[in-house]
């Protein structure tokens, strides 16, 4: 997955049922790298899992990093781990921080969070009061004790608007989004079906008024072909053929490209790779409708091609 840094937990406090944040520290001092609201992280666990998780602490400290965690009954065991082995003073290997969320200049914004999807929105809210900006935050989630970070939200007062399913229903999208409002970006993360639901509901707004993070790669359709295609490596000249059982990342990783990846899923970002030429398939969750009609960047572990072949610039 690249390079990473070992960096030491020198907290775990547990903010919500379910929820750890865990603080991370350089173990010499170190200054750690600069972030923006919406990166991630990719912790890299000492069973040889590696898991993206928001950077939701304060981005003007250097000396340390905050993510969240909410552990996951059905997940692959990283979320279990980090609740139930990881200890204080233990360390892990970090790889970032990237964003493919980024906080965008506006003078309105509309945040929406489900869950743990409040973890990149902390920092954007706070982002957002800085600058003076007119926001609202709705956050929903099962109930109070599941909803991670509230007293820190609580300092904002009327801005944020706590909504516990058990205690008042679902999101009323309709009242929050009401009418397209130009000059207001909504910002949403959560589980896929609000951000389906927000998505649908977005449709008539103004082309890039919403941006989503996904957690979990959406559904996709099949595949834009099923027979093999060809791509070229610009800078080696090497020309590979993908199979239909093949990803695009597997194939050019044998031909000796050392290719960054992390969640295999397209969700992470880790494996964006410029597209010099073709017609990319994209079947990524990171990307919006402009980023794929321009189609000169692709995430090679779950994008194929529409074209007979692709140049890529590895």
């Not at 903010?15 to 923006?36: F, M, S």
């Amino acid at each position: 997955m690249g390079r990473t840094v070992r960096l030491r937990v020198t907290a775990k406090e547990r903010v919500a049922d379910d929820v750890v944040a865990l603080t991370l520290a350089d173990p010499t001092g170190d200054r750690l790298p600069d972030w923006t609201p919406g990166a991630h992280l990719d912790l890299v666990l000492p069973t040889g899992l590696t898991r993206q998780y928001s950077l939701c602490g304060d981005r003007f400290d250097p000396s340390r990093y905050r993510v969240g965690v909410l552990r996951e009954p059905d997940g692959r065991g990283g979320s279990a781990y980090v609740h139930d082995e990881l200890r204080v003073g233990d360390e892990v290997g970090v790889g970032g921080p990237r964003n493919h969320f980024p906080l965008v200049p506006s003078q309105r914004y509309l945040f929406l969070a489900g869950g743990i999807g409040i973890t990149p929105l902390l920092p954007m809210v706070h982002q957002a009061d800085l600058l003076g900006a007119d926001w609202t935050l709705v956050y929903g989630g099962r109930r109070r004790g599941s909803m991670a970070f509230l007293g820190e939200l609580a300092g904002y007062g009327d801005r944020v608007h706590v909504v516990p399913q058990d205690e008042q229903g679902l999101l009323d999208l309709p009242h929050w989004l009401g009418t397209p409002r130009p000059g207001t970006r909504v910002y949403c993360c959560g589980p896929g079906p609000l951000l389906d639901a927000v998505g649908a509901a977005c449709a008539s707004w103004p082309a890039h008024s919403l941006r989503t993070e996904r957690f979990v790669a959406r559904e996709q359709p099949a595949p834009a072909r099923s027979t093999p295609f060809d791509v070229r490596l610009a800078r080696s000249g090497t020309t590979v053929t993908v199979a239909p059982d093949r990803s695009v990342l597997e194939v050019v990783r044998e031909a000796g490209v050392d290719v960054l990846s992390s969640c295999r899923q397209g969700t992470c970002g880790t494996c964006g790779t410029d597209v010099l030429e073709g017609l990319p398939d994209h079947r990524d969750s990171i990307l919006d409708d402009a980023e794929r009609e321009a189609g000169d960047c692709m995430y090679i572990c779950v994008s194929r091609a529409r074209s007979d072949h692709l140049v890529l610039d590895l």
